[in-house]
Each structure stands twice: as C-alpha cells, then as structure tokens.
C-alpha cells in the first residue's frame, strides 16, 4: 500500500467518524434526555467548518479541524455529568469524539506533506 492509498483510506475513516459525530449530536434533542435545541447546535454547528477541507484532503484543515471539537466534548462530558437521562447519548458522543479525534492525528500522520 503506497503513502497517497494510506492517507486517502484514513481521510476517509476521518470523514466518516465525522459524520457519525454529527448524526450522534443531531439526535440529542430526541433522545428524552432534556438536552436542548440551543445545546445542541452549540456542539454541532462548528462541526461542519471543517468538512469542505477534510473532503478534499487539505493538510491544513486536519490541523486545525480537532479545535472544533472542544465545544461538543465540553457538552457531552458536561451532560454526562449532570444529566443522568442523557448519559448514554453523551456517552456515545463522548466515544466518537474521542474516535474522531484520533483519526484525524492518525490522518496527519500519514498524509504527504506538501511544506
């Protein structure tokens, strides 16, 4: 497997973590935790700044995309701690952030630079 198979298979896995993330947020409102609208898109709205750059395999967007992680880990570790009916959605969240931030280091890693 040459360095550009590599990088494109772990852009992606990225993409698609991603994704996930975002579908795990979108449903928190419908879960019957009590997690609210206005929660829920401060978690989820920065999520898709980085999506154009991670879809066309820019470096420097796999830089910078893990900053807008933060508000969602905040949150969900926030829920998991205070809310014992959105524990198990936060968690779940909590899992793919962790997941999705991984991949993007991993991405980082093997992706060619081109500095």
Partial sequence: MTINERAARTRRIVICLWMLLVVSI??????????????????????????????????????????????????????????????TPAILTLALILAAFAATIAALRVSPRSD
Avoid at 30 to 57: D, M, N, Q, W
Wanted: glycine share 10%; hydrophobic share 55%; proline share 11%.
């Fill in 26 to 87: 979108v449903v928190w409102p419908f879960t019957g935790g009590g997690i609210g609208l206005a929660t829920t898109a401060i978690a989820l709205l920065p999520l898709f700044l980085p999506l154009p750059g991670l879809v066309h395999g820019e470096r420097r967007t796999l830089r910078w995309s893990p900053l807008t992680l933060a508000p969602a880990l905040a949150l969900a570790l926030t829920e998991i701690l205070v809310n014992a009916p959105a524990r």
